[in-house]
């Protein structure tokens, strides 16, 4: 059994989508363990060795799709068998008397998205095999979910796509890391070099696509992988019509009892909001937030309206794992960042705050809103604020300014 890895921010996603593959996942864990004790120069000694890898279980109704989805997991995952760390740890204490405290190996497998057309395997990889530290590696495949052949790159995209590519990729890096378009690399991001590149590894995701930087790719040093995620939308002058990608950029609208997922990521956080129609005039927005930062002793998440104004537009709000999820029609007093007082807002705002938040913690709000039953298109102004020792931090980077005085994600729903 081979067990060792080989090193050689906004979308849209319809339901349809989903609904068309109707792919059910459920996570597995297989661990296999084994320590030994032993005399090294007189000296007690124990050595451990443990494989764990992480794969998902699928299962559906298209069983040609099923049956690639199977195979290249299976491969990816190995055998799965207990038995081989006992066997590593007896020929290493045999062959080198090992004194380390142990090694590892530990693989996750995961689909990051599954159409009729394409679906994208993630592999991430950590190994320690003794010294300061251990090694991180992710690789990203994507494949045809006809033929279960591997497909690259250029086959997603128009022909001499990868110019602008990088053009696009980088301003999106830039946006995502908080950098102007004129900082160095280097200075701010420890690059090895100030000229982008675009990642060795490319991959397809739910939301965007998705570009992985291993250790040394660009930085002179071991650690995880740097990930950035360029949204479809961005990207939609370099998809063909018809291609793997196009289901990610048509535009749809959003029927009653359907439900959109959009989402946003930098280096602050991840924000999913799940926007479900339950009536022609009622829309329910579920947001589910995740700390990518550090520790903060105030976090606020803000949801706007502007083309709603009066608090009973609000049907219901549940604040979930919120201290508060507070409401302000318009014409309330709210804080304006860029002139530093407090103005009266031009449309209702929704914020969700919280007096503690951890890092990698995630937190969610459900609202109920009443909406215009005439509207062709409902936009939603997203925009977080964290505080840390009293340094204010705001997200996005890059956006359309908005009533508070910083900029926003907009979020445009067909309707």
């Not at 060795?49 to 298209?62: A, D, G, S």
């Not at 965007?208 to 002058?237: A, F, M």
């Not at 930098?266 to 829309?283: E, G, M, P, T, Y």
């Not at 604040?319 to 103005?343: A, E, G, M, W």
Request: proline share 3%; hydrophobic share 35%; net charge positive.
């Amino acid at each position: 059994m081979n067990y060792f890895i080989n090193t050689s921010l906004f979308f849209l996603l319809t339901s349809q989508l989903l609904n068309a593959t109707e792919v059910k996942i459920k996570t597995k864990k297989f661990e296999d363990k084994f320590c030994k004790n032993f005399k090294l120069d007189g000296l007690k000694n124990r050595f451990c060795m443990t494989n764990i890898v992480n794969y998902p279980l699928v299962e559906n109704r298209n069983k040609i799709l099923e049956k690639h989805l199977k195979k290249i997991i299976k491969e990816k995952s190995g055998t799965l068998e207990k038995g081989e760390s006992e066997k590593y740890v007896l020929k290493e204490i045999k062959d080198n008397g090992t004194t380390d405290l142990g090694h590892k190996n530990i693989i996750t497998l995961k689909l990051l998205v599954v159409t009729p057309k394409i679906f994208t395997v993630e592999n991430s990889g950590y190994v320690y095999f003794g010294g300061m530290e251990g090694s991180y590696v992710t690789t990203l495949t994507n494949y045809n979910s006809v033929t279960g052949k591997k497909l690259t790159i250029d086959e997603l995209f128009i022909k001499n796509y990868r110019k602008e590519l990088t053009k696009i990729a980088e301003k999106a890096y830039r946006t995502q890391e908080h950098i102007s378009p004129t900082d160095s690399l280097v200075d701010k991001l420890n690059w090895s070099e100030n000229k982008f590149v675009l990642a060795k590894n490319i991959g397809i995701g739910k939301d965007g696509l998705h570009l992985e930087y291993n250790p040394y790719e660009v930085i002179d040093r071991s650690r995880p992988s740097k990930k950035l995620i360029i949204r479809y939308d961005l990207l939609k002058e370099l998809i063909p019509k018809d291609g793997y990608l196009s289901s990610f950029v048509e535009e749809s609208k959003l029927l009653v009892n359907h439900s959109k997922i959009y989402s946003f990521f930098d280096k602050l956080l991840q924000l999913n909001l799940d926007v479900k129609r339950i009536a022609k005039d009622k829309i329910e927005l579920t947001l589910i937030a995740k700390n990518r930062s550090y520790s903060i002793s105030k976090g606020v998440v803000s949801l706007s309206f502007p083309q709603l104004k009066n608090k009973i537009e609000v049907i219901k709000r549940t604040p979930q794992d919120f201290t508060k999820l507070l409401v302000y029609p318009k014409n309330s007093s709210i804080y304006n960042f860029k002139s530093k007082k407090s103005q009266k807002s031009d449309y209702l705002l929704v914020e969700g705050e919280a007096k503690t938040w951890e890092d990698n913690e995630q937190k969610s709000m459900k609202i109920v809103l009443k909406i215009p039953k005439e509207i062709e298109t409902f936009d939603i102004n997203l925009r977080a604020t964290f505080i840390k020792e009293k340094k204010i931090l705001n997200s996005p980077f890059d956006g359309i300014e908005g009533q508070q005085g910083v900029v926003n994600h907009i979020i445009k729903v067909s309707l």
